[in-house]
């Protein structure tokens, strides 16, 4: 106990100093699916390898792979009749477009009141520099109860595509006994939250092409189908007026929510006032029949996330484009499998699409749903922790993003993740003007440290 | 007959100083729609404002309008006795982009075989340089048989919004007999066309807006009605399964053929296969119950323009866009009217917008279609014309695009158009790589001088 506190107490005394290293990271443009970053990723994945060694850390070395490295880092002091926990991160970020509409700088943190503003800040530098805190802390005052595994991959906001594959090749090093994952985050800031549930994603670009040239709408409408017309077309039949969706077999491998589960997730108050504060939207929408939490968690969706065709400057112009391209993507609850999806939406567009153009059809990315047993002591030592800090106990839920990395974990390492972070549904993460709650954030690195001390007994 | 020779003499010994002129123009980038270019536009009317000055025109004006100035010259040598022409052009150009598809400079005029390629050569800087060729060829080798007055404006490709105001406004020194207007091509190389009917036009901008930030598809996808989405709904719902449209009342107006029009239009050969080898599409489409030359020339058509929403970029980013934007356009033909479409796209969207965005439509531009009589004597001295050049008699056509000049001179100023033009269906107008075909070009500057001769007696 007295260790615990001498932790705490340091943590406190470097907050400052946590926050400067923070700053550093976030300067870092490390967006993964911009080839012009690529020296960033490097730049980024290097600052986090001289951290680790600051700390301590013995093993540290970077596993390249097809696009952006991994960091790979360890701490065994505990010994080998310790536990051992693999915590993992990633130190990519989205891009920032509409940059217009960031108030400053992406790239350069600005705190104003409670807030510390920059992409990556809450997803998720700011949850593995909560983490190193929590780490150092303990470090530089005792011993630290358990030994640590520590992966930071570059791939996340694209889908992970070379982690699986690394895992894959890597189950003797990774060897562990369960997972920390902290890029999840809290329901409200005085909700502690534990996540055991997460959506799984599968990312699609459809292309229709049509004329060979963009064309005059003069000349030749009325002889020739506008290729923006047949993608808006069969987008909107994905969808039926329930708002379910219409991909052949799509709902198949849905999981129902047990009665007791949706009594849980609506404990939350998650409801449409909430999310109509939260978004700013006239009135919220959905598949019928589920509340907002229950469609979030624990029911599938399908959304168009880019869509272009055409001119689309200032003014007019009368034209057929040539060709018509969408973001799609699904978000998949257990069991349901990305790769099934893809098989569905390649069968519901060969269904759907009119002999007047040719399409395409790419997966740029997919990854697992996954549900997480609560009940392993790693999770109660969270829990504990939180309700230490919070002063109540945490609320479980099911999360509407996607760590496909859990499933992953599960089925190659055999290890359950323990799901937490402490950013906050207004975070705007993948948006313009993200942001991180800075008292939450800093009551985070005090849970963080009280979950590592709990898992002492 | 022995100055008609001359001035076809003279045109010949000139024609690579006229091509020089062309070249010169079509290097002034005068984009209409792009602020960026409003001092090309400009130069571009100052370098034409020169030229009728060499040609000796004597009151030469330029009018300024809210936006791009309007081009007035005159030549009356003929005498009150001798009817006035009133010749039409437009001196600004589409954009250029997709500006990667270019295979060379759009400003930089490019002979490769036949073809002259680059913006504005077909639409229509290279119809204007025939109408002065022709001019200078008889005015140089003999006295001009009618009164010419020519206005040139800068707005066509936004619509002519200062036109009418114009037209309106100068009456008086617009005062003529009947009009010439040079803004429409021929069929095919071997097939002179008069057109006697115009499609008109009415052009929206539609957004959609959702939450007031992009969100992240996993956080809330499930409660949030992607604006995308809603767009896309909307717009797919604008035509029936026959690929009619449906806008309340939309066809109430709408003349329908007579068998006689039907018969002449068909005899055309523009079918399927004519349409697929211009375009490159593997199939054509349309509204059911029409051939493709009655679809373009005498029915009215809506075209998606441009949509944008999300992200367009390369790769994945799992955004709920806070917006989606569309450009869609009518093709209208007599007697539609486009601020009633612009009245029933309201009531459209009205009718079928759910209560979870709210919603914006702009009218970018709005032309009348119009059809002339082809029985006046300046159509009769055009028919005779073009069939002295190309040895047949030419063929009667109604247009699939849009001159909406010629209605509100019909209007406006009480006289008809003769609507010619040497441009060809595969000009790639308003597209990349836009082309005249100078052998066709080059008749036709032979044509125009015969029609103006034709008018003398």
């Not at 951290?51 to 991994?70: M, N, S, V, Y």
């Not at 060897?175 to 994952?181: C, G």
């Not at 017309?229 to 709902?251: A, E």
Request: hydrophobic share 35%.
């Amino acid at each position: 106990m007295v260790m615990r506190n001498e932790a705490i107490k340091y943590a406190e005394l470097n907050y400052q100093r946590t926050i400067s290293f923070l700053n550093e990271i976030i300067s870092i443009p490390s967006i993964s699916t911009l080839p012009e970053n690529s020296g960033d990723m490097q730049l980024c994945a290097n600052r986090l390898m001289e951290k680790f060694k600051d700390l301590g850390f013995e093993h540290i070395q970077l596993f390249p792979t097809k696009k952006h490295p991994i960091i790979y880092a360890d701490l065994l002091h505990a010994g080998p009749d310790k536990p051992t926990i693999l915590i993992y991160g990633h130190y990519d970020v989205q891009p920032v477009d509409p940059i217009d509409l960031w108030t400053s700088d992406p790239f350069k943190s600005r705190i104003d009141g409670d807030y510390l503003y920059s992409r990556g800040s809450s997803d998720m530098k700011g949850q593995i520099v909560a983490c190193l805190a929590a780490i150092e802390a303990i470090s530089e005052t005792g011993r630290f109860p358990v030994n640590i595994k520590y992966i930071i991959e570059g791939e996340e906001e694209i889908g992970s595509p070379n982690l699986k594959p690394f895992l894959e090749s890597h189950k003797d090093l990774l060897k562990s006994d369960v997972a920390l994952n902290p890029d999840c985050g809290m329901v409200g800031i005085n909700t502690p939250t534990i996540v055991y549930g997460l959506r799984g994603l599968a990312y699609f670009e459809l292309g229709v092409f049509g004329p060979d040239h963009d064309l005059h709408s003069g000349v030749f409408g009325g002889v020739v189908h506008n290729p923006a017309q047949v993608l808006i077309d069969l987008i909107s039949k994905m969808h039926d007026n329930n708002g379910k969706i219409t991909l052949p077999h799509f709902y198949d491998d849905v999981l129902q929510l047990s009665e007791n589960e949706k009594a849980e997730l609506n404990r939350l108050n998650m409801d449409d006032s909430y999310y109509k504060s939260q978004t700013g939207v006239i009135n919220t929408w959905g598949e019928k029949g589920y509340s907002p939490v229950e469609r979030i968690g624990a029911r599938p969706t399908l959304e168009v996330n880019g869509f272009l065709a055409g001119f689309t400057g200032i003014g007019a112009k009368t034209v057929i484009p040539a060709k018509a391209i969408a973001k799609l993507s699904t978000r998949l609850v257990p069991n349901q499998d990305p790769e099934k999806v893809h098989q569905q939406l390649l069968e519901f567009v060969k269904a759907n699409i009119p002999n007047t153009v040719r399409w395409e059809v790419e997966m740029l990315s997919g990854g697992h749903p996954s549900i997480s047993d609560t009940t392993i002591p790693e999770t109660v030592a969270l829990a504990k922790a939180l309700e230490t800090v919070w002063g109540k106990k945490p609320i479980y839920k099911r999360e509407g993003g996607s760590v496909p990395v859990v499933a992953d974990m599960q089925q190659i390492l055999g290890i359950d993740s323990v799901l937490t972070g402490f950013g906050l549904p207004d975070d705007n993460i993948h948006s313009p003007n993200e942001r991180l709650h800075l008292p939450t954030w800093h009551k985070g690195i005090g849970a963080l440290i009280h979950f590592f001390m709990n898992l002492e007994s």
